[in-house]
């Protein structure tokens, strides 16, 4: 058993929280750009696009985000590739949160009305002059919530990340309780942190929904 104060305990936290944000910024960036690419591809081409990202999104939906870390982890080796575990962990979450935005963005575009694609359509526009100046800004105002709510989620879910040896918030506070048996001290600092992460991007998506003037 180690004697530690709390000064020492929650600096160390802190610092492993670092990690959690690279993940998490790391996770939602590259999902976003693998979510507007299904996303532009689906509405470009439904027939191709549309069943190729259905199962995309249904076979990463539909399996625990845990197995996915795992294949990652386990699986790229066998193919030649040496990966560490922060590698292993961005790759899994980014596909993760591709298969999840692309679905919830599409649910947006889709909600924009019909007659949105009608009139950009009947004034020439093309497919990509369409969605980038009449269907995407409208889709943006209804996507805010869903989006903020998913990437709380996703923060929360780097803690699963601790399984392949990635030491993020969740796996420190781990190491620093089993050295100190105060699991209920030290897992309540974890609780905190996590909460002072998320709850100001709560915060900020209701900012940013009186901006758009989006209606509940």
Excluded: H
């Excluded at 800004?137 to 990635?166: D, E, R």
Aim: charge should be positive; hydrophobic fraction near 55%.
């Amino acid at each position: 058993m180690i004697t530690l104060s709390l000064s020492d305990i929650l600096p160390y936290l802190l610092l492993a929280a670092r990690w959690t944000l690279l993940l998490s910024f790391i996770a939602f960036v590259g999902g976003g750009i693998g979510a507007t690419l299904l996303l532009l591809w689906r509405c470009g081409a439904p027939k191709v696009g549309g069943r190729a990202t259905t199962v995309y999104i249904q076979l990463l939906q539909g399996t625990p985000l845990l197995l996915q870390l795992f294949l990652v982890f386990f699986g790229l080796p066998l193919l030649g590739i040496e990966v560490s575990p922060l590698f292993a962990a961005s790759i899994a979450l980014t596909l993760y949160a591709s298969a999840f935005l692309a679905e919830i963005w599409r649910g947006c575009v889709d909600a924009v009305p019909r007659g949105q694609w009608d009139a950009s359509a009947s004034l020439g526009m093309s497919f990509t002059i369409r969605m980038r100046y009449v269907i995407l800004p409208q889709a943006l105002k209804i996507a805010i919530p869903p989006t903020v709510g998913f990437l709380v989620q996703l923060v929360k879910s780097t803690a699963l990340a601790s399984i392949v040896g990635f030491e993020e918030l969740t796996r420190s506070g781990q190491i620093v309780a089993n050295a100190t048996f105060k699991p209920l001290i030290i897992y309540g600092l974890v609780a905190l942190i996590y909460f002072a992460i998320c709850y100001p991007l709560t915060l900020g998506s209701r900012v940013m929904e009186r901006r758009l003037r989006v209606t509940r």
